[in-house]
């Protein structure tokens, strides 16, 4: 079977790093048509880049990074190093990229590559605030019906926000992109924390990394050391979320993961809730379904999967 041609969206972000590595280690599942740098985590100047050192440091010279929208479509940008520290990629030192940027714009890239193959073989992968998707959404409307599936991390339901009481990061920074995402008619299937918040890299699974032996293995236990502060202050948990990972295991092993097809909308209006996903899980309403929203996952195999693959790098 021919590897999936996909398209990542990424404002890394450790976990975005996380989530690009095991992608590029996944040749005969995946085949990465190129990585669309978005301004979230951090700015764009630093996402992009921080994209280009990922891509070295997976050993693919060839990989095509381009750099997208630096803030949202219609809000100040909301950043996040608090989480990820001044760079995004806090905790490991990596060399400056010697990877060209590519010249196109990432809209660009995402709206020609999706005319270019044949319609419904192009799977996007947003792992940041979906403002590089919504403005090539806006710019070229056709290419809503050429998408295979969108596979994001983003929102929450049960396991309410974590940059607002209500609102999941992704989503919150960019509410009106992601409002016309989740309206475009594309398929879609939602990492949200209600999952991500299960995938912790617990001091056993760290170790696992570490023990890899690699170069690799190395930075990615180091980066989750250093980004489990956060989470390990606010929520108490035994280690760091990997979201963003969330969305690769799943196009490898969609059978580690289970949700429901359900019609989730966003909020854009109020100040309070702004960027919560209302997720109607208990199909309250008859608003039509439009995303599968993830609820669970196997743990233990996701980190398999990852510390596997990782290890081939
Ligand atoms: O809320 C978690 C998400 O926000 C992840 O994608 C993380 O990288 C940040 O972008
Ligand atoms: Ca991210």
């Known amino acids: 079977m021919s590897p999936r041609k996909i398209i990542i969206d990424t404002d890394p972000g ?23 740098a978005v301004a979230g985590n951090v700015p764009l100047a630093l996402t992009q880049k921080n994209a280009r050192m990922v891509c070295e440091l997976a050993g693919r010279p060839r990989a095509r990074v ?25 905790g490991a030192e990596l060399p400056d990229p010697a990877l060209p940027l590519q010249d196109a714009h990432a809209v660009d890239f995402l709206i020609d590559t999706l005319r270019a193959e044949p319609g419904g073989t192009v799977t996007l992968c947003p792992l940041g605030p979906l403002t590089n998707i919504a403005c090539a959404l806006q710019k070229a409307p056709d290419i809503a019906g050429r998408i295979a599936e969108i596979v994001l991390m983003g929102g929450a339901y049960f396991e309410v926000g974590n940059i607002t009481p209500a609102a999941e990061f992704n989503i919150y920074v960019d509410p009106e992109a992601a409002a016309a995402v989740f309206a475009c008619g594309a398929p879609i299937t939602v990492m949200p924390l209600d999952v991500t918040h299960k995938a912790l890299v617990t001091p056993e699974r760290n170790r696992a990394f570490r023990d890899l032996g690699t170069r690799v293995g190395e ?24 979201h963003d990972p969330c969305v690769i295991a799943y196009l490898l092993k969609p059978e580690l993961f289970s949700g429901r097809h359900v019609n989730v909308e966003i909020e854009t209006a109020s100040d309070l809730t702004r960027g919560m996903t209302v ?20 743990a233990d195999g996701f980190f398999a999967l990852l510390t596997k693959r990782i290890g081939r790098l």
């Open 14 to 36: 450790q976990d975005d790093a996380v989530a690009i590595l095991t992608a590029l280690a996944s040749p005969e599942e995946l085949e990465v048509l190129g990585i669309t």
């Open 66 to 90: 381009f750099a997208g929208c630096d803030a949202p479509l219609a809000r100040p940008l909301v950043t996040a190093e608090h989480v990820h520290g001044k760079t995004g990629l806090d």
């Open 219 to 242: 930075t990615v236990a180091a980066w989750t050391d250093f980004f489990e502060r956060f989470d390990k202050e606010k929520y108490g948990s035994d280690g760091a979320p990997l």
């Open 279 to 298: 997720a109607d899980w208990w199909r309250v309403t008859d608003r039509a379904p439009n995303a599968t929203f993830m609820g669970d996952l196997d």
